[in-house]
Structures are given as C-alpha cells and as structure tokens.
C-alpha cells in the first residue's frame, strides 16, 4: 500500500521541522540565588570583557568590547544605568562600583566564539555568553545567566559571530532582570 502525503500536510511537516531545527539554535539557562533580588531601573557597572577566544583562530580581537557594549546597550533599553569599565579584576570593580554607587555590577565571558561559516560550510558560527551579577555593597552573587547561539549549517554568506552580540546580551540579562527577551538574530 503506498501512502501520498497532501501538499498542505507536506507543508505543515516542513513548518515544524524548520521550527524545531531554528529553535536548537538558542539556549538560556539562569540561577538566581535564593533569598536575592533584582531591582529593576537600578545602576549596572559592567566589567571589562575578555575577547573570545576561537580553537581554530585563537583570539577574536574586539569581541569582548564588543559585547561590553551590547551588554550596556540592552540595559539601557530597558531602563538601566549601565557603565562599561576598563577594569577586569572583579575586587578592583566592586570598589570602583562601590565608589561611583552602582548597585550591581556584571562580570561577563565569552565561553564560546567560532567563527565557522564560509558559503555553502557546514560548520556554523556559535557564540555563547555566561554572565554573573553581583550585588556592590555585599559582593554576593545574585544571579547566573548563559545563553547560546548558532548559526544556520549552511550558509551562503560569509558572516561572524559579531551578529549574535545583541542577542546574547538581551537573553542574559533579560533573564536575571526580569524583561522577556525580544533580540533573535536570524541564521
């Protein structure tokens, strides 16, 4: 007995495979750690961004300033005060923090960058970002927050991973403070 599959039915198959196959290309995940809050419209100070890091390139020079300034672009989206330091060490930043009154402060890392695709490879781009927030007067943490994303397996234009910066800012720290994450970058 053969079996024929109807055009809308072949279509609706197609629609949900696409759905499926798009949404393995993000990731979030957050812990908020018991018995801490997060107050919204509160003054964020952003430590300085290590570049990622490629296993076939090495360093990807400009990454970390990059996403330090997609990470104070998100949060002044929504409200915020963010400032972008110079300062790497987090012992050095929670005193500067505390000094200028900034009430949380973000350490942020690129735990992944692979700048992958070429036409037709079917080897994606992928960025992904960890971030922690700290509370400034008590240097507790308050949340973690990583997000993941990648590119499409065939591509037919030679792009970076610098296209999934705002996506990965607004999905980390959209989680910790509280706003639902509306930047998705198409593959």
Known sequence: MSRTVSGAR????????AAVACSANHNTSVNVVPGQ???PGSSVYILAVPDGVSRSDGPAEGSGFAMAVGLRDALLAHGFSPLISDIGDIEVGIKEAAGLNYRYLVRARLTQWEDNATPLSTR????????????VKSHALVATSTHAAAGAHADYLSRSPDRFVPELADSCLGAIFGWTPSVFIRK
Do not use: G, N
């Open 10 to 17: 072949a279509a609706a198959l197609l629609v949900a495979a």
């Open 37 to 39: 809050l997060v107050a």
């Open 124 to 135: 994606p781009d992928r960025a992904a970002l960890s971030i922690e927030v700290y509370d």
